[in-house]
T-cell receptor, first 110, second 116 residues
Framework: EDQVTQSPEALRLQEGESSSLNCSYT??????LFWYRQDPGKGPEFLFT???AGEEKEKERLKATLTKKESFLHITAPKPEDSATYLC???????????FGKGTTLSVSS | NAGVTQTPKFQVLKTGQSMTLQCAQD?????MYWYRQDPGMGLRLIYY???????DKGEVPNGYNVSRLNKREFSLRLESAAPSQTSVYFC???????????????FGPGTRLTVT
């Protein structure tokens, strides 16, 4: 069964304290791995797509990387406005749906 | 572009009542989806439409029906609401859904539904 697991469930950081969020997956024939940001009371906002092991994508303070078993979302020198829930999702070989993890809730305090 | 829009934003129903959630996208996407999000459960797919004229069940379809009205619009209907359907419902769209391909999905702002 295809599965996506995110860790930790919650992460508290001080402003400027860099860290990483983990997304491990067991998906048959991974076609794509997606990262989303979700603010309270809003829909998920697309951040990155990664297609193959070794691929990296960057956006401002965020950098996503992909291996054959997991993906990391690195947050460099975070600011309070980076506080949100970050969701990871995978598309399998059938390509019929995204399989979502339960998310990591990040809180950054000043 | 508005992206993906959903109506209503909030709704309270009594058990047994029916309602339709509306979704529209203006990105000329072929594929559309309905998800529900519950605390501790993550996002779960209810139904999807790979292209205009087709719909398929997702992970949790029981108690729901869908209609792909045209390329832009995809509605979700609860025929007889139950308290277990209290949730936040998200509509999403993507360029194309096909085996061997993968495209990011774009989400609407959600409908918060409470069934009492």
């Amino acid at each position: 069964e295809d599965q996506v697991t995110q860790s930790p469930e919650a992460l508290r950081l001080q402003e400027g304290e860099s860290s990483s969020l983990n997304c491990s997956y067991t998906v048959s024939g991974l076609r794509g791995l997606f990262w989303y940001r979700q603010d309270p009371g809003k829909g998920p906002e697309f951040l990155f797509t990664l297609y193959s092991a070794g691929e990296e994508k960057e956006k401002e303070r965020l950098k996503a990387t992909l291996t054959k078993k997991e993906s990391f979302l690195h947050i460099t020198a975070p600011k309070p406005e980076d506080s949100a829930t970050y969701l990871c999702a995978c598309s399998n070989q059938a390509g019929t749906a995204l399989i979502f993890g339960k998310g990591t809730t990040l809180s950054v305090s000043s | 572009n508005a992206g993906v829009t959903q109506t209503p934003k909030f709704q309270v129903l009594k058990t047994g009542q029916s309602m339709t959630l509306q979704c529209a996208q203006d990105m000329n996407h072929n594929s559309m989806y309905w998800y529900r999000q519950d605390p501790g459960m993550g996002l779960r797919l209810i139904y999807y439409s790979a292209s205009e004229g087709t719909t398929d069940k997702g992970e949790v379809p029981n108690g729901y029906n869908v209609s792909r009205l045209n390329k832009r619009e995809f509605s979700l209907r609860l025929e007889s609401a139950a308290p277990s359907q209290t949730s936040v419902y998200f509509c999403a769209s993507s360029q194309r859904l096909a085996p061997g391909s993968s495209y990011e999905q774009y989400f609407g702002p959600g409908t918060r539904l409470t069934v009492t």
